[in-house]
């Protein structure tokens, strides 16, 4: 996770500190390697000009060449950190400019849950990618009864005997 703590962009623990390591599927991980090839191409491209991004022994961000190289996922072509408040006021024009009052930032994560949950994903697994210390927030708050979730309940009991 990272905090803006003084104005200065920091690595901070997991709330809860809930570490953990999930399984990506094979089209996040084709994303993931067109990303890092695409990172490569722009720093040979933009060179001296390129911002790289290093992380020092007290977890700060920065660009002094303090600490270890890090390659950020969210960045610009020019390597410049892209905020999580830019997805948060793309967020905040869907919902209020657009018009889609029932979706927010937070509904993105609402959404991979319930996907997971439609497909048949198990739901210890949906708790540890969440996060989650206990399975009832996992269930009170994330897995909503869809449609889909609905018709593969009663196909589960025409299939009884």
């Known amino acids: 996770q990272i905090q803006n703590i003084d104005n200065v962009w920091m690595f901070s623990n997991p709330k809860y500190d809930s570490f953990r390591i999930i399984e990506l599927d094979s089209k996040m991980l084709q994303l993931l390697e067109r990303t890092y090839k695409r990172q490569k ?10 911002t790289q991004l290093y992380v020092d022994n007290a977890h700060r ?3 002094n060449k303090e600490g270890h190289v890090i390659q950020m996922i969210n960045s610009r072509d ?3 950190y892209i905020q999580p408040r830019v997805m948060q006021h793309c967020c905040r024009v869907i919902h209020y400019e657009l018009g889609f009052t029932d979706f927010d930032y937070h509904s993105l994560r609402h959404m991979h849950a319930t996907i997971l949950l439609e497909g048949g994903a198990d ?3 949906v708790q540890k990618r969440l ?3 206990h399975i009832t927030e996992t269930l009170d708050i994330y897995s909503h009864v869809t449609p889909r979730i609905a018709e593969h309940s009663v ?3 025409e299939q009884i005997e």
């Open 123 to 125: 739901i210890k697994d």
């Open 78 to 80: 020019n390597g410049t």
């Open 155 to 157: 196909s589960i009991l």
């Open 41 to 50: 191409k722009a720093i040979e491209f933009y060179n001296e000009y390129y």
């Open 131 to 133: 996060g989650h210390k």
């Open 61 to 63: 961000l920065n660009t």
